[in-house]
């Protein structure tokens, strides 16, 4: 098993940048998928990106894609997320997942989770 911690959200102005961190224990890190999400108030949990193992693959929901970047170094056991052009629409909690094997992009494909870094977009 894994225990995932996330790091780096804060509150930017739109159109600023921020970089978010997923720090992941264990030693097999680079058997795992990674994914972030990301849940406002009063809304579901959604998907954002996710990563294949050796990072060679990548996947990005239409509402982030071209403005978002997800990364991993496995020998930092961490994942990150990039977030450029940041728009009010992209305030939430944002939570990085892992799994071993995955079927689709949905959170209940991730059995393993961080506990959430607060990503706040002022207009």
């Known amino acids: 098993q894994v225990q995932l911690v996330e790091s780096g959200g804060g509150l930017v102005q739109a159109g600023a940048s921020l970089r978010l961190s997923c720090a992941a224990s264990?030693?097999?890190?680079?058997?795992?998928?990674m994914g972030w999400f990301r849940q406002a108030p009063g809304k579901e949990r959604e998907f954002v990106a996710a990563i294949s193992r050796s990072g060679d693959t990548t996947y990005y929901a239409d509402s982030v894609k071209g403005r978002f970047t997800i990364s991993r170094d496995n020998a930092k056991n961490t994942v990150y997320l990039q977030m450029n052009s940041l728009k009010r629409e992209d305030t939430a909690v944002y939570y990085c997942?892992?799994?071993?094997?995955?079927?689709?992009?949905?959170?209940?494909?991730?059995?393993?989770w961080g506990q959430g870094t607060q990503v706040t977009v002022s207009s």
């Open positions: 997942a892992a799994d071993r094997n995955i079927a689709t992009m949905s959170r209940l494909d991730f059995g393993f």
């Open positions: 264990g030693r097999t890190f680079s058997s795992y998928i």
